[in-house]
């Protein structure tokens, strides 16, 4: 279950995009809509080839298998270095998403300084119009965790990846919490319905908390442990420095070298 959500992780950054989307009201909505079809392209339909030609017995991280399943159906379909092909599609799939988190990052911590939540160095815009200085900071990271991976080979990827599932599945919790009160508020102030609706809301945003309750209590198996011990400190040592610094924060006018926003909402 737990490399099922992380599979998904990223579909979030379509709206962290509308500050600098010129027609959030309709980009936005098209780019969900297409992300959907290819989520479903690329997922379900590649899993359904998957399971009508690799018997499950193969395919299982049980069966002593340790050959990818997509392996296997090239090399029964005839295909020569199938395992190279697949390496190359895994290396290009890393480097795609490692490329979307930086921007991701960068992106939430200048927000973040704009608003007084992070030091204000980090809002600062370079000449050409980027948060240099947010960007700097992601890269450290980044670097980081490659040293990491380096250094600690046997131990590194399963630390990191608990981490980022525990903190992948509470910005999700966070985000449909949000979208609940956003929704409540927004009906109270007489605005018009958002143009992008959630299907069958509110109870899709409920079952989707519960059941992410449900997963960040029951799927973490050994050896992924670490990412209660880091993950919970790390939640309660955050939100006591926001409600610290909330109590000195008011919303600060557009500075003058701030890029051009336009609200999705």
Known sequence: MLIV??????????????????????????AMR???????????????????????????????VTTSPFVLVFRDVGIPAAAGIMNFVVLTAALSSMNTNLYLTTRMMFSLSRSRFAPQSFGRLAQNGAPRNALLLSTVGLA?????????????????????????????????????AFRRK??????PPS????PLYPWSAIFGLVALFGILLTAFPDGLQVAWYAGVPYIVVISIIYFFVRRGTQTPAQAPDAPEHKSAS
């Open 5 to 30: 959500i992380f599979s998904f992780y990223g579909v979030e950054v379509v709206s962290v995009t509308s500050g600098e989307a010129k027609n959030p009201e309709k980009s936005l909505p098209r």
């Open 186 to 191: 927004r009906a109270a102030q007489g605005l």
């Open 195 to 198: 143009p992008l609706q959630m």
């Open 34 to 64: 297409s992300m959907v079809l290819r989520l479903t392209l690329f997922y379900v339909i590649a899993i359904a080839i998957v399971v009508a030609v690799v018997p499950w017995t193969q395919a299982g991280l049980h069966s002593g």
């Open 144 to 180: 980081l965790a490659a040293i990491l991976s380096v250094v600690y080979a046997d131990t590194a990827y399963f630390y990191l990846f608990g981490i980022s599932i525990f903190g992948g599945i509470l910005v999700w919790m966070f985000v449909l919490a949000t979208v609940l």
